[in-house]
């Protein structure tokens, strides 16, 4: 049998990680291949960096959560999306990492357009993270 949570479980175990990684936190999105996990130092260039709320995801529901409203924000450097980094509000430390693709493509996050310019307008379209265990 495989280990199943009740939904209140991992609803509770999403809503620790918007806690854990604090307010203001910090969502940068990256070119290339994502590190081998979030102890690694950062790859490729750095497109945007937004720094969201401090109440930044949904409250978890049903065992998945999302981000909450999150506005456009300029590029900082042109490339192509293709990971993601949510760091700390000091932008130091990473707590989490995923892929990048564009709207309908699979990622774990999606945007609008993954071909980037600097200074382009960059939004994100989705980004939903469900707990195992159901």
């Given at each position: 049998m495989?280990?199943?949570?009740?939904?209140?479980?991992?609803?509770?175990?999403?809503?620790?990680?918007?806690?854990?990684?604090?307010?203001?936190?910090?969502?940068?999105?990256?070119?290339?291949?994502?590190?081998?996990?979030?102890?690694?130092?950062?790859?490729?260039?750095?497109?945007?960096?937004?720094?969201?709320?401090?109440?930044?995801?949904?409250?978890?529901?049903?065992?998945?959560?999302?981000?909450?409203?999150?506005?456009?924000?300029?590029?900082?450097?042109?490339?192509?999306?293709?990971?993601?980094?949510?760091?700390?509000?000091?932008?130091t430390?990473?707590?989490?990492?995923?892929?990048?693709?564009?709207?309908?493509?699979?990622?774990?996050?999606?945007?609008?357009?993954?071909?980037?310019?600097?200074?382009?307008?960059v939004?994100?379209?989705?980004?939903?993270?469900?707990?195992?265990?159901?």
């Amino acid at each position: 049998m495989a280990v199943q949570w009740s939904t209140a479980v991992r609803n509770a175990l999403l809503d620790a990680i918007e806690t854990t990684i604090g307010t203001a936190a910090k969502l940068q999105i990256r070119t290339g291949a994502a590190p081998v996990n979030c102890a690694a130092s950062d790859t490729g260039t750095l497109l945007v960096e937004f720094s969201l709320a401090s109440d930044w995801a949904d409250a978890a529901s049903g065992g998945s959560k999302a981000l909450a409203a999150v506005t456009t924000t300029a590029a900082v450097a042109g490339g192509t999306a293709a990971h993601y980094r949510f760091k700390d509000s000091g932008g130091t430390t990473c707590h989490g990492q995923g892929t990048v693709t564009a709207t309908g493509g699979g990622g774990d996050l999606t945007l609008d357009n993954t071909s980037i310019a600097s200074g382009q307008d960059v939004a994100i379209t989705g980004w939903t993270l469900t707990a195992p265990g159901a």
